[in-house]
């Protein structure tokens, strides 16, 4: 009567589809072929792995993206995007079946834990839903947080509600989530009174408890962080030690974040991920995979072709690495594993026969010598040796040059910087902080010079596994806490990380693993004895850089430093003569 048109489909509003009834997969089908439009116009492209990487990232990754933020999608449809991807990632095209070399599971974990970073749909969709879950959980003062609240969660606590077939999609979604958010949460540790050291999440992805082989005394339930804390807040290591393991004290893992800074090019990268995945083509692995009978190598004819036989071991590799002057392990001292092989010489510490980083020219060395055998077996190439090194050097070459040499260029005028003394009856204190990646030690270091550049005190701490943001305010809390400690007043302090001054200068509450951090700065900064807090360049925090970089060496903890160390004796005589150091 109303002249309205009945429709099942109330289509999209603001690019995401409306709703009403039961989720299906059509509703999101138009996602998936947006996708499939995408790949397609880039399957003639003839993208090497790294491109096709990059694209998956870049594009098809973003495309479900903002639908993904209020809706959770159905399993088929995030089950189709992860395969679209994975197709396209090992070169799929529509007559063509390509070999999948590592497993998706393996590819979609982090670059430092030995994938390529790629996500999975299911994982990033619920993560972006749990982000909303969060928000309700802060109670944020958002329009829609509040509405949600006033509607669903009333004076109930959101880990209480239980879903109802009648809430509304969204809603639903959010509290699918919930497990996500409850199983990442974890305490900011403070002054630790309130949490339990035992059964609390606060350092790992689950309580220390589990990590124990034999069962906790019924007392150990009343056991605080608060009672491994020193006065200084700073932990109390020797009772750590006494009571976990080793390995849940330094949390060590397996970093791979180095392979991503070798100075070579994306697609080389990625071939060397493969390398230390052991999953190039080779004959051996063909064989593995009842693709051949024949796992020879096509080079010699002698030995089976596995991945080290044929980068390293092969007659041939053996003379591009001779002739390369690279270097080949003795006999005896082999490598393994194509890692550790790959591992040692990316990790040389320079090059010993010119300006161009040892491992920039032994990746590229490895990487010509894999296409110089499928040149031989797909073309007929006879392989050469001479030619391999000279273009390995020249693509080395190149490459620092274009990333490295030409920025010198580019740099802007040279500045004369050095340690400035403060004013006569004032003090001033330098922090730094030192880190040598989110996996490995950290430390921070820091110093209190009068004004004629005589040392006061200073300290290292020794802080375990952290990132440098952190070590830096690290460095900063225990260097405020130090001139608290002394009772000295006018204190001028000096810090070479702007970000961090930055965040320490604003009045913003984090809730971030940052946040006590900040916050027990903020609060150190605003006795009226710190006058100061500015920013300068390292050549001007030279003493304080060289204390961080010490405590990698010394016990876990913290050491007050009544004297100066002998060591740093000359770098402060020439502070405190005004020695001027050129900054680029």
């Known amino acids: 009567m109303s002249g309205i048109q009945s429709t099942t489909d109330l289509g999209k509003y603001l690019g995401a589809p409306i709703i009403h009834g039961r989720k299906s997969k059509d509703k999101f089908a138009f996602i998936l072929d947006r996708v499939k439009q995408r790949l397609a116009a ?15 990232q870049s594009l098809t990754t973003a495309i479900p993206q903002y639908v993904m933020q209020t809706s959770l999608l159905p399993l088929s449809i995030c089950d189709r995007l992860d395969q679209l991807n994975r197709d396209f990632l090992w070169g799929h095209n529509e007559g063509t079946r390509k070999i999948h070399l590592v497993n998706w599971e393996d590819v979609c974990k982090p670059k430092d834990s030995g994938g390529l970073g790629l996500r999975k749909a299911r994982d990033n969709n619920l993560a972006l839903i749990a982000k909303l879950g969060w928000e309700i959980v802060m109670g944020t003062q958002k329009l829609w947080v509040q509405i949600m609240k006033a509607k669903y969660v009333k004076n109930l606590s959101f880990w209480e509600i239980e879903r109802k077939a009648d809430s509304s999609h969204i809603w639903r979604d959010i509290l699918r989530s919930k497990d996500i958010i409850r199983n990442g949460l974890g305490w900011q540790v403070g002054d630790g009174k309130e949490i339990s050291f035992w059964f609390d999440i606060w350092v790992k992805d689950k309580p220390l408890h589990e990590e124990l082989d034999s069962p906790l005394a019924a007392s150990a339930r009343q056991v605080k962080v608060a009672d491994f804390l020193l006065s200084n807040r700073d932990w109390d290591i020797s009772k750590l030690e006494t009571l976990l393991p080793e390995e849940v004290v330094e949390e060590v893992n397996e970093d791979w974040s180095w392979l991503w800074k070798i100075r070579t090019s994306e697609k080389v990268r990625c071939f060397l991920w493969l390398v230390m995945k052991n999953k190039l083509l080779t004959n051996a692995e063909r064989g593995k995979r009842h693709i051949t009978e024949d796992t020879s190598c096509n080079l010699c004819n002698n030995e089976e072709e596995t991945v080290l036989h044929i980068l390293r071991d ?52 490895a990487w010509l010598v894999w296409k110089s055998r499928n040149s031989w077996i797909f073309e ?64 921070a270091g820091g110093l209190i010079r009068n004004h004629k550049g005589e040392w006061v ?128």
């Open 380 to 443: 007929g190439k006879k392989p050469d040796v001479d030619r391999i090194v000279r273009k390995a050097h020249l693509l080395a070459e190149e490459y620092t040059n274009i990333t490295i040499l030409n920025s010198i260029k580019q740099q802007k005028e040279a500045k004369i910087v050095k340690w400035i003394p403060p004013e006569s009856g004032f003090f001033k204190l330098n922090c730094d902080g030192s880190s040598r990646g989110r996996r490995k030690g950290a430390g």
């Open 314 to 365: 092969c007659p041939f590799a053996m003379a591009v690495w001779r002739k390369s002057g690279l270097g080949l392990p003795r006999i005896g001292d082999m490598s393994p594993t194509s890692l550790e092989w790959v591992h040692s010489h990316c990790k040389a510490a320079g090059d010993t026969s010119g300006r161009t980083p040892h491992a920039s020219r032994f990746a590229y060395t």
């Open 42 to 56: 880039w399957k003639e492209k003839l993208l090497n792995l790294a491109g096709r990487k990059t694209l998956i």
């Open 457 to 584: 005190s200073g300290f290292i701490l020794n802080i375990g596994k952290t990132e440098c943001f952190k070590s830096e305010l690290w460095a900063l809390r225990q260097g405020l806490l130090l001139a608290c400690d002394l009772d000295i007043n006018k204190v001028i302090v000096e810090v070479d990380s702007e970000s961090m001054l930055k965040v320490v200068k604003k009045k913003n509450s984090l809730t971030n693993r940052i946040g006590v951090l900040v916050r027990d700065c903020q609060k150190l900064l605003a006795d009226e004895r710190f006058i100061k807090f500015q920013h300068t360049f390292r050549e001007g925090n030279n003493c304080a850089d060289s204390l961080a970089n010490a405590a990698h060496e010394s016990a876990k903890g913290l050491l007050i430093l009544h004297e100066p160390p002998v060591w740093i004796k000359s770098l402060l005589q020439e502070d405190a003569n005004g020695f001027e150091r050129i900054r680029y």
